[in-house]
């Protein structure tokens, strides 16, 4: 998904004074992006819609903080990458889970089956889903992914590749030479 | 014959691949199929339609935004009244320091009297029409403005400027909440 959206500075200056229709706009035009962001790295909808609202409430307390450097949906997509992460890892820290472990299919799809992207998307590990997302559709480096999670550039690097030949095994192509 | 792994092609599509790999990618099919592959799923991620949710979550934000600056302003009424004090304190001791800091020390007193005022009518519990409860997010707001402006160092005849602002507003909003009170019996 590709957000090209422009922010009058007006109405960022409206919503630094505390403005309460300007924070509204803001929250109306970036809703979507962080939703679709968060949901394709959280495991259900519930999850991404408490990520877009503690995004948003981070937006809000932390607005002026915001200088104009660089596009602000780059500014709101970090935060609502890194309460994405924190809700991860603090999921997977109960759990008692490692962050590379690869989940087990949910019921009715198998590996090496032909199911569409989505679907075979949905069933990486969190990391896994997370670091393709960030990567692949955002556009974040491998620097910045290892920086957001807190772990090596390596790890991202290899977490991408195990992705990517995940994907691959269950999307069934995985019949030729590289098989 | 050795062909790339996944790490090589993921290498070449990013510019990053060994010697061995940029050169075994040029002569081998399968391999160029496998990076053509990658692109392709990519392009595919890219393209997957924009999901929305299915709860629209503002009025959450909103309603904990304007609880979080209802609890700030409160500690400000804490905080005001405890300046005041020292100020009036200073000035019994420094009898020259003039009317400004007595304006603001004035200030400050009214505006704390106002926040204790206000906590009678218990603010987040009473039914407000829809009039009356624009005005009083308005007013919220352009506290809330003020009490921004309070936190930047400031002259003092600004300082004075403003704490009479936030007196203003403090009174329009106990009256709006006095008012509403009184209309319902609460």
Redesign the interface.
Known sequence: ??VALAVPDVLVARAK????AA??SL??AF???V??LA??IMRT?ED??DV??ET??EV??SI?QYRGEGHLWGWIRRIAATKALMRIRRDQLRAAEPLDEEPVGRPGTHVGANID??RA?EQLSDTSRSV??LH??EGYTHEEIAELMGKSVSFS??Q???A??R??RM?G?GQ???A | ?M?????D??ALRAGEASVWARKHIET?A??R??LD??YQ??A???A????????D??P???D??RA??WRKRQTWGVWSLAAAAALAGVLLMRPNQGALHAELAQAKQQSATLEDELQRYDVDGRVLSGRAAALV??LE?RI??ID?ALTSPTQDAQLVKLWQQRVGLMQQLVTVRATRARYVGL
Request: proline letters at 4%; one cysteine or more; a positive charge.
């Open positions: 998904m590709t004074a505390g403005d309460q924070l509204e929250f109306r809703e979507t992006p939703y679709n949901r394709r909808p991404a819609e877009l609202q948003f409430l809000v307390r002026q992207l989505e998307f393709v997302w692949d559709v690097k290899s991408l590749a195990r990517h030949a994907l691959r999307l192509e030729g030479a590289h | 014959m062909h790339c792994t996944m790490d092609l993921l081998c399968a391999c199929a496998e592959a990658v799923r990519v595919q991620l890219k997957l339609p924009a999901l929305r949710p299915s709860r979550r503002w959450v934000v909103r904990a935004v979080e600056r997010a308005d707001d809330a403005v921004g």
